[in-house]
């Protein structure tokens, strides 16, 4: 099993800011196969990246992934108020597909 | 629209058994590969069980193998999990996800649909 590390567990930040968050891997992921995804309470999870690096359908662009092999970060440009939320990272290039235990975004 | 709705969550004792259910919409469900995802109270995502839309091939995560079986009836547009031996662990939300896209033979997809969720809760 591939197992994620997120990093880290919670960071407070203000809107406009900017923000990298870390997903490391327990072994290499091909690039084509790490997912990025935005959860809300009493909401249903939002996919923002796939493949490490494309936009899914109607993210904006200061929304960006980018790594590769077990490296792989989130950046967020500009914080907005509905950013703040709890995100994870999955990998899905092998079975049992796993997620990251989440980093928290919250509202300094 | 695209839209999941999942059913059939409740309360139950350990040991026993429950079916729930996902009914899509708003895309062809028998093209896409879909799955389970469960959330315990306080906890991450965790990856519960899938099942391909090309071949029906399904996968389950290591906790609930030989437990729990995932299904689909193409004709209902439905996905279904049926938990069987349940237990205090499995207490969870458990949402049911779609692939991003279909036809695949290497490796998985991301999901890019969700359902709201049903929440199952396992306790004497």
């Known amino acids: 099993e591939i197992v994620l590390t997120q990093s880290p567990g919670t960071l407070s930040l203000s809107p406009g800011e900017g923000v990298t968050l870390s997903c490391m891997a327990s072994?290499?992921?091909?690039?084509?196969?790490l997912a990025w995804y935005q959860h809300k309470p009493g909401q249903a999870p939002r996919l923002l990246i796939y493949g490490a690096s494309s936009r899914a359908t109607g993210i904006p662009d200061r929304f960006s992934g980018s790594g590769s092999g077990t490296d792989f970060t989130l950046t967020i440009n500009r914080l907005e108020p509905e950013d703040f939320a709890v995100y994870y990272c999955q990998q899905y290039i092998t079975s049992p597909q796993t997620f990251g235990q989440g980093t928290k975004l919250e509202i300094k | 629209e695209v839209q999941l709705l999942e059913s059939g969550g409740g309360f139950v004792q350990p040991g026993g058994s429950l079916r729930l259910s996902c009914a899509a919409s708003?895309?062809?469900?028998?093209?896409?590969?879909m799955n389970w995802v469960r959330q315990a109270p306080g906890k991450g995502l965790e990856w519960v069980a899938g099942i391909r839309g090309r071949d029906d091939t399904t996968y389950y995560a290591d906790s609930v193998k030989g437990r729990f079986t995932i299904s689909r009836d193409n004709s209902k547009n439905t996905l279904y999990l049926q938990m069987n031996s349940l237990r205090a662990e499995d207490t969870a939300l458990y949402s049911c996800?779609?692939?991003?896209?279909?036809?695949?033979?290497?490796?998985?997809?991301?999901?890019?649909?969700w359902g709201q969720g049903t929440m199952v809760t396992v306790s004497s």
């Open positions: 996800a779609k692939d991003r896209r279909s036809g695949y033979t290497y490796g998985f997809s991301a999901f890019d649909i």
């Open positions: 708003g895309f062809t469900f028998s093209s896409y590969g």
């Open positions: 072994q290499s992921v091909s690039s084509s196969y």
